[in-house]
Nanobody
Framework: VQLQASGGGLVQAGDPLRLSCAGS????????MGWFRRAPGKDREFVAA????????YYVDSVKGRFTISRDNSKSTVYLQMNYVESEDTAVYSC???????????????????WGQGTQVTVSS
């Protein structure tokens, strides 16, 4: 599956932002989806994951209560709604797809099979 992330930009602290990741090439519902980010000078970090149906979601502690991952399989798209963004959220955000597995979807270290290019999110304080 090919993945295309979009929606990044420059926002002020406290503002909302929604990222999108559109998939193509294979049935989107075959995959659990994840969002990751890489801040300058840091390793890539898991942000959130959602299972193939959208019925289960999992977040890194630092974004719980602020970010929401969702998906629309009819549009082959996964979203990351970012609310109350902070300067620490500044990073390149990437989406990824993994063949669905109910036993590992909430494992932040699981293997992801396909990756999209990143979209830059910059939060000014």
């Amino acid at each position: 599956v090919q993945l295309q992330a979009s929606g990044g930009g420059l926002v002020q602290a406290g503002d909302p932002l929604r990222l999108s990741c559109a998939g193509s090439g294979r049935p989107f519902s075959a995959y659990d989806m994840g969002w990751f980010r890489r801040a300058p000078g840091k390793d890539r970090e898991f942000v959130a994951a959602i299972n193939w149906s959208g019925g289960r979601a999992y977040y890194v502690d630092s974004v719980k209560g602020r970010f929401t991952i969702s998906r629309d399989n009819s549009k082959s798209t996964v979203y990351l709604q970012m609310n109350y963004v902070e300067s620490e959220d500044t990073a390149v955000y990437s989406c990824a797809a993994a063949f669905r597995d109910p036993l590992s979807f909430n494992n932040s270290r699981r293997w992801y099979d396909y990756w999209g290019q990143g979209t830059q999110v910059t939060v000014s304080s």
